[in-house]
């Protein structure tokens, strides 16, 4: 009997993308596996319900869904979606199959609920970066989003337009933008304000990207600091020491007074973002400044982030915007879909799914198996015992 995927809505408030989009059937046929969508699931991105059913999908209700489908596949699974995701929860049954975003290193009662159901549960989070999963990566694809929306925020909120201008009236000088960051997010917005036309110049504590920075056409900023171990060997950025973060603030004042736009984008999976901003840092700003802080629903890299807010300091608009990449649902969710489409080969083969726990891959994105957590980051955070390793399973 060939396995059955399942595309419930999404719950969480403001969400407005889709785990899979119509074209995802013809290759999901190809793998031998059937479509179920709830219905009006894709409406939001774009996506009506009409497009599924005319490449092959199923349009059910949301239990039909979870109780036809072999493997649920979701933008926001349990722990990222952490109260309306809850109701789902009677919905499921043992030895489904989860994937989708869902916070396992932050959210420890909802991984232990998904384990207590019986799920399997594979995190899009914690996908390793290596070449092999570069097309499931689905945090860099979300990051590219962010980035290019952070600059257009930024765009709209300055008194000031990018480019420079020779007109009539004068010349007009082109507006001076800084990417604090310099990760997915950081050079989608490095190539997005330079597209502006305006003077782009960003600051890693990874050296090894100046490159990639100028070959953007920004200018990377050196500053006289020490910042090995910046990065781990997953190539995720690490989190410093305060020393190293205190002597950063403190030549940054510096590089920010003379910018117009600075958009802040340093994350660390599963812990609070890093101040990289002081209040003191911002007075240093022009009035009519603006702040674009997408880390802000990790705590924000600004000290006045106000997470989903703008707040205005000395004349200064800090952005806090949540959810960025839901904000431009339709490519968000194709390229989120590629993602998933490009995971579920891994476990798909004619028809048939198999979760083999000795794949690289899949042994670091499971996260709870036959009642059990069993992904080790996840283990060492909640300070659980370490679970044997197995090796194939369904």
Known sequence: MAVTIGVPRETFPGERRVALIPRSCDPLGKLGASLIVEQSAGVEAGFPDDQYVARGAKIGSRAEVFGQADIIVQVRSLGANP?????????????????????????????????????????????????????????????????????????????????????????????????????????????????????????????????????????????????????????????????????????LTDVLREQDVVITTAAVPGKKAPILVTKEMASAMAPGSVIVDIAAERGGNCELTRPGETVVHQGISILGPLNVPSTIPYHASQMYATNILSFLKLMVQKGEFKLNREDEIIRETLVTYGNEVVQARVIEAFGLSPVAPAGEGR
């Open 83 to 251: 109260e309306a995701g809850r109701a789902d929860l009677a919905l499921f049954r043992p030895g489904q199959t989860v994937i989708g975003f869902g916070e396992p290193l932050t959210s420890p009662r909802e991984v232990s609920d998904l384990a207590r159901a019986g799920l399997s549960f594979l995190s899009m989070e914690l996908m390793p970066r290596i070449t092999r999963a570069q097309s499931m990566d689905a945090l860099s694809s979300m990051a590219t989003i962010a980035g290019y929306r952070a600059v257009l925020l930024a765009a709209m909120s300055l008194p000031k337009i990018f480019p420079m201008l020779m007109t009539a009236a004068g010349t007009v000088t082109a507006a001076r933008a800084f990417i604090l960051g310099a990760g997915v997010a950081g050079l989608q917005a490095i190539a997005t304000a330079r597209r502006l036309g305006a003077v782009v110049s960003a600051y890693d504590v990874r050296s090894a990207v100046k490159e990639q920075i100028e070959s953007l056409g920004g200018k990377f900023v050196v500053l006289n600091i020490e910042a090995a171990g910046s990065e781990d060997k997953g190539g995720y950025a690490k989190a410093m020491g305060e020393d190293f973060y205190k002597r950063q603030r403190e030549l």
